[in-house]
């Protein structure tokens, strides 16, 4: 039976999820087998297994650190968000379906069982496992049915460290405030307290620490200091977002409102001189060296979210001068054309009236009705808010679902048609790049490994102009390198892999091609293998919490785990 110990926040990125993965290097580094886990995870982030299985990059960086291959055992539910008010839930790394907010939080408690299984399993491979929550567990109004704070914790029997973020303000209250809602029970499990994200003298904070401690009777197991590391965390990305420094080599990452996968592009941060921004408007996309289109959990509506904001007009005129990369839901929004004749993306949209969702009829009057939307912030009055006859609205309501079917014109930026499919595509691959020409010619022939995950099929004109872009393992090509025979355009990139900058020098010789058109001088100091440098990062992460926590106090709490239901 393996020992646990849990990290919970105060809130979202207080810095859970690098918490987790140094305790994961340190206990490694110790001797002993290690896994992460976190029972459901909330991001538009992931990763395919080697079983082609789905589950958070968070998770998968946890593994790393821990040195254990990763495994949905590590993170049995996902949730991808689809809009503002539903997700795609994955279990087990498996699509369940999409779920309203509403029906899920009716649905989850019945995933217990799931999760249990997989912790059980997972502790036949572990000595340690390390368990991340999520938000935070003061959340009143969601701990009836909590599956992931201490609704978790009381179901493996786990101690937990509580982390706050002192580099937001206010620590104390978070700290303090969260203990007080807990109940005593809760509080009870409380066995240490974690100030992260420290920047000054600490000495100036010792009497803070030592009031935290009489308030509220737990001990203060550490002040971490805020690290300047380069590890993918999901935490992060408002950090990252934050970036509009210009380096001497710009890349510019269109910021989707439906991101995901981003950390395709974390290989090319750690380069000296280069800045990677995410950007979302024509003002701030500038005047970058390469433009990235990156992975959309709702490809269609990013389109349309380009076309009407002005960016989808501002890369095709960049696109003459720079190059232009897709990946994933990028790669299909560069193309003629994106169907969707399954409802894949537009699901919810088929399925809901054309008027107001979330609205309940106060009035049953024929053509006039008072509604009430709920909002996040709450409830909003529409009052005798007037609608057309009933058979005009159904007959709009037939012509928009008929609208909805038909395929959206792409940006026409290379020659693909893709088609959005109700299955989806979870597989590990390798392969190289085919024969490249013109700006990117040193990356021929290198190999890179990476994975696909996606609900379309893209089919591929090749010509004079247009080729493939790799060769994968399997035998499939992938993707397309557009470029006007002769000419001295950058080109047009697409590829469905995600990871596929991460291997070998591929990042540097990006890098160092754009630097050669742009005729500045441009040397990488760090070096070219990406997967080093990250196990240097998990190294100083461990370093870093072996020096600022107290270890002996945090290995004195682990505890057995002993499994309700």
Same mark, same amino acid.
């Given at each position: 039976?393996?020992?646990?110990?849990?990290?919970?926040?105060?809130?979202?990125?207080?810095?859970?999820?690098?918490?987790?993965?140094?305790?994961?290097?340190?206990?490694?580094?110790?001797?002993?087998?290690?896994?992460?886990?976190?029972?459901?995870?909330?991001?538009?982030?992931?990763?395919?297994?080697?079983?082609?299985?789905?589950?958070?990059?968070?998770?998968?960086?946890?593994?790393?650190?821990?040195?254990?291959?990763?495994?949905?055992?590590?993170?049995?539910?996902?949730?991808?968000?689809?809009?503002?008010?539903?997700?795609?839930?994955?279990?087990?790394?498996?699509?369940?379906?999409?779920?309203?907010?509403?029906?899920?939080?009716?649905?989850?408690?019945?995933?217990?069982?799931?999760?249990?299984?997989?912790?059980?399993?997972?502790?036949?491979?572990?000595?340690?496992?390390?368990?991340?929550?999520?938000?935070?567990?003061?959340?009143?109004?969601?701990?009836?049915?909590?599956?992931?704070?201490?609704?978790?914790?009381?179901?493996?029997?786990?101690?937990?460290?509580?982390?706050?973020?002192?580099?937001?303000?206010?620590?104390?209250?978070?700290?303090?405030?969260?203990?007080?809602?807990?109940?005593?029970?809760?509080?009870?499990?409380?066995?240490?307290?974690?100030?992260?994200?420290?920047?000054?003298?600490?000495?100036?904070?010792?009497?803070?620490?030592?009031?935290?401690?009489?308030?509220?009777?737990?001990?203060?197991?550490?002040?971490?200091?805020?690290?300047?590391?380069?590890?993918?965390?999901?935490?992060?990305?408002?950090?990252?977002?934050?970036?509009?420094?210009?380096?001497?080599?710009?890349?510019?990452?269109?910021?989707?409102?439906?991101?995901?996968?981003?950390?395709?592009?974390?290989?090319?941060?750690?380069?000296?001189?280069?800045?990677?921004?995410?950007?979302?408007?024509?003002?701030?996309?500038?005047?970058?060296?390469?433009?990235?289109?990156?992975?959309?959990?709702?490809?269609?509506?990013?389109?349309?979210?380009?076309?009407?904001?002005?960016?989808?007009?501002?890369?095709?005129?960049?696109?003459?001068?720079?190059?232009?990369?897709?990946?994933?839901? $990028?790669?299909?929004?560069?193309? =003629?054309?994106?169907?969707?004749?399954?409802?894949?993306?537009? +699901? @919810? *949209? %088929? !399925? /809901? &009236?054309?008027?107001?969702?979330?609205?309940?009829?106060?009035?049953?009057?024929?053509?006039?009705?008072?509604?009430?939307?709920?909002?996040?912030?709450?409830?909003?009055?529409?009052? $005798?808010?007037?609608?057309?006859? =009933?058979?005009?609205?159904?007959?709009?309501?037939?012509?928009? +679902? @008929? *609208? %909805? !079917? /038909? &395929?959206?014109?792409?940006?026409?930026?290379?020659?693909?048609?893709?088609?959005?499919?109700?299955?989806?595509?979870?597989?590990?691959?390798?392969?190289?790049?085919?024969?490249?020409? $013109?700006?990117?010619?040193?990356?021929?022939?290198?190999?890179?490994?990476?994975?696909?995950?996606?609900?379309?099929?893209?089919?591929?004109?090749?010509?004079?102009?247009?080729?493939?872009?790799?060769?994968?393992?399997?035998?499939?090509?992938?993707?397309?390198?557009?470029?006007?025979?002769?000419?001295?355009?950058?080109?047009?990139?697409?590829?469905?892999?995600?990871?596929?900058?991460?291997?070998?020098?591929?990042?540097?010789?990006?890098?160092?091609?754009?630097?050669?058109?742009?005729?500045?001088?441009?040397?990488?100091?760090?070096?070219?293998?990406?997967?080093?440098?990250?196990?240097?990062?998990?190294?100083?992460?461990?370093?870093?919490?072996?020096?600022?926590?107290?270890?002996?106090?945090?290995?004195?709490?682990?505890?057995?785990?002993?499994?309700?239901?």
């Amino acid at each position: 039976m393996a020992k646990v110990i849990m990290v919970q926040g105060t809130m979202s990125n207080a810095g859970k999820s690098l918490i987790v993965a140094g305790l994961c290097r340190i206990f490694a580094q110790d001797g002993y087998r290690v896994a992460p886990f976190k029972s459901q995870n909330m991001a538009l982030n992931s990763y395919i297994t080697e079983d082609g299985l789905e589950m958070g990059r968070a998770q998968v960086m946890q593994a790393e650190a821990a040195g254990v291959k990763p495994s949905v055992l590590m993170n049995p539910i996902l949730l991808k968000p689809t809009n503002d008010v539903g997700s795609q839930v994955i279990v087990k790394g498996e699509v369940l379906g999409n779920m309203r907010a509403r029906d899920y939080f009716a649905y989850k408690k019945k995933l217990i069982p799931t999760i249990c299984e997989a912790f059980s399993e997972l502790e036949k491979q572990a000595d340690i496992i390390v368990m991340e929550g999520a938000g935070s567990p003061a959340e009143i109004n969601l701990k009836s049915d909590d599956i992931v704070n201490m609704g978790l914790a009381k179901l493996v029997d786990a101690p937990v460290l509580l982390v706050g973020d002192i580099d937001r303000g206010g620590v104390f209250a978070q700290l303090l405030g969260t203990l007080m809602l807990l109940e005593e029970d809760e509080k009870a499990r409380v066995k240490g307290l974690i100030i992260n994200k420290f920047r000054g003298d600490k000495t100036i904070l010792d009497p803070g620490v030592k009031m935290l401690e009489e308030r509220g009777g737990v001990k203060v197991a550490g002040v971490v200091p805020y690290m300047h590391l380069s590890i993918e965390d999901e935490d992060s990305l408002s950090g990252q977002l934050d970036n509009h420094d210009v380096g001497v080599i710009d890349l510019a990452v269109i910021r989707f409102p439906r991101i995901s996968n981003f950390t395709d592009f974390n290989v090319f941060e750690r380069l000296e001189g280069v800045s990677v921004r995410y950007v979302s408007s024509v003002q701030e996309l500038g005047q970058p060296d390469m433009i990235f289109l990156p992975g959309s959990k709702n490809t269609m509506g990013d389109l349309h979210w380009m076309r009407q904001n002005g960016l989808e007009a501002a890369v095709k005129k960049l696109a003459a001068h720079i190059p232009v990369w897709g990946i994933c839901g $990028g790669y299909q929004m560069l193309g =003629r054309t994106i169907s969707d004749p399954h409802g894949v993306e537009n +699901e @919810n *949209s %088929l !399925r /809901e &009236p054309l008027y107001p969702a979330h609205c309940e009829a106060i009035s049953h009057e024929p053509d006039t009705i008072a509604v009430e939307r709920i909002r996040r912030d709450g409830a909003l009055p529409l009052r $005798g808010m007037e609608l057309p006859p =009933r058979e005009t609205r159904r007959q709009s309501h037939a012509a928009d +679902e @008929n *609208s %909805l !079917r /038909e &395929p959206l014109r792409g940006m026409e930026l290379i020659d693909t048609d893709t088609t959005l499919m109700p299955e989806k595509m979870r597989t590990q691959t390798r392969g190289k790049f085919e024969n490249m020409t $013109g700006i990117f010619s040193t990356l021929s022939g290198l190999e890179f490994s990476g994975y696909e995950i996606h609900m379309g099929k893209t089919t591929v004109s090749t010509g004079e102009h247009q080729t493939p872009l790799v060769q994968l393992a399997d035998g499939r090509t992938d993707g397309v390198q557009r470029m006007e025979k002769g000419s001295e355009e950058p080109g047009v990139y697409g590829s469905y892999v995600h990871g596929i900058f991460d291997e070998g020098d591929i990042a540097v010789r990006i890098v160092q091609a754009l630097a050669d058109k742009k005729r500045v001088s441009w040397k990488p100091e760090a070096g070219g293998d990406y997967h080093a440098f990250k196990e240097q990062q998990y190294d100083k992460l461990a370093q870093g919490l072996r020096e600022h926590l107290d270890m002996e106090y945090v290995y004195s709490i682990l505890q057995e785990s002993r499994i309700s239901v």
